[in-house]
């Protein structure tokens, strides 16, 4: 028993760097923000929070997923749990080759209502109804919250209000994803802005199927930030 409990802790501490408690790491975008990795449409991000690695959605094709961990350096065994923000292709499909490498892994399926604790500071809002129901991801950081989405099926706005009421009303420092607005007006899409900004929101970044026009209004509006992309690292302090 004490020999499984020194591997697990040792696996832990190789996890992340103890200099940064959080970290986000795009494995899979539309956009890509380093040469070497493949844009496609799809999304999934890794969180390292406090060394435990919990990963929002897998993207679309496996095998591209796969070669994404492995440019990034990303050992599979090294990954906690899996949330699962929706069931559409373009966030599950790496999910079943990600199982193969790494047999104990916890998946959240977009399945549990309320929120719920993925690792210490790593949240589900639970699912959130919608034209498809959906769950984000919510880290709390002393400098407030991120919040992480797949596609903001249920609105993006709608989706920031329930990870902020969860959490107790906290500013929200980074909100991270796909926004789904490829159909919105530029008044939609202002309108949304306007609303994250009445929420607290620090920063935005629209990306993955959030629409050409909505990523432009957001940047005007929020500024560029640590920007999106497949292999983009994001370090929060
Ligand atoms: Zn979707
Ligand atoms: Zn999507």
Redesign the pocket.
């Known amino acids: 028993m004490k020999l499984v409990l020194l591997l697990l802790l040792s696996t832990a501490a190789l996890a992340a760097p103890r200099s940064s408690p959080t970290e986000i790491l795009i494995l899979y975008d539309n956009v890509a923000a380093e040469p070497g990795l493949t844009a496609h449409w ?2 999934a991000a890794l969180v390292t929070h406090h060394g435990r690695r919990v990963l929002l959605d897998t993207g679309t094709k496996a095998e591209l997923f796969l070669e994404h961990l492995r440019k990034l350096k990303i050992d599979p065994a090294t990954i906690e749990q899996v949330v699962i923000s929706h069931a ?1 292709g ?2 599950t499909g790496g999910l079943s080759s990600l199982r193969a490498a790494h047999p104990r892994l916890v998946v959240h399926e977009p399945k549990k209502p309320g929120p719920f604790e993925v690792v210490p500071g790593v949240y589900s809002t639970g699912i959130i109804a919608g034209p498809v129901t959906e769950q984000a991801m919510v880290i709390d950081t002393p400098k407030g919250l991120v919040v992480l989405t ?2 903001s099926h249920p609105g993006i706005v709608k989706m920031v209000e329930v990870a902020v009421t969860q959490r107790g009303a906290r500013p929200v420092r980074l909100v991270l994803g ?1 926004f789904h607005m490829l159909q919105q007006s530029p008044e939609q899409i202002q309108g949304a802005i306007s609303e994250l900004k009445r929420l607290n929101v620090a920063m935005a970044l629209a990306t ?2 959030s629409g050409d026009l909505a990523v432009k209004m957001f940047r005007e509006a929020f500024g560029e930030g640590p920007g999106a992309g497949v292999g983009r690292r994001i370090v929060l302090d």
Do not use: A, S, T
Request: proline share 0%.
């Open positions: 799809g999304f559409h373009d966030h797949g596609c796909g993955h199927c």
